[in-house]
C-alpha cells in the first residue's frame, strides 16, 4: 500500500487494490507533497521526485498533468473550499469525468463523484 494506508477503510483499500479500477495521481497531489516535503511537514523515506515515481509503478496509477481546461474550470467553482491544491483536484474530476478519493466532507458540496477514504 502507499503512503498512510492505515488511514484508508477496507473497502477504499480494496478499490486501490483492484486491478479493474484506473488509478490517477494529480500533478497538484504530487506539488503539494513537494511543498509540504520541502518545508520539513511530510516525512518520506526518499527525495518526492523518487517516492512519487515509485509509488506511480508500484500501484500501476497514472499521471494525471494539469492542463488549462482544468485550470479554467476553477474559475466556475463556488468558494466552498479554500485550498487551491483541493480546488484544482475538483476541476480535474469534473473536466475528466473522474471520482475523488478523499476523506474531506467538502468535496460533496461540488457534486463530484466520491469514494471514502
Known amino acids: 500500500m502507499v503512503g498512510a494506508s492505515f488511514r484508508l477503510s477496507e473497502t477504499a483499500a480494496a478499490l486501490l487494490a483492484a486491478s479493474e479500477n484506473d488509478l490517477f495521481l494529480s500533478a497538484a497531489s504530487v506539488w503539494e507533497i513537494a511543498i509540504k516535503y520541502g518545508l520539513g511537514k511530510l516525512q518520506l523515506p526518499m527525495q518526492p521526485s523518487e517516492y512519487v515515481r515509485t509509488r506511480l509503478a508500484l500501484t500501476s496509477t497514472s499521471e ?4 488549462h481546461r482544468h485550470a479554467c474550470r476553477i474559475a466556475g467553482l463556488p468558494r466552498h473550499h479554500r485550498d487551491p491544491f483541493d480546488r484544482m483536484l475538483i476541476a480535474q474530476a ?9 476523506a474531506d466532507p467538502q468535496f460533496a458540496l461540488y457534486g463530484v463523484p466520491l469514494l471514502r477514504a
Open 94 to 102: 469534473q473536466v475528466e469525468n473522474l471520482h475523488i478519493m478523499t
Open 64 to 67: 494525471l498533468p494539469i492542463h
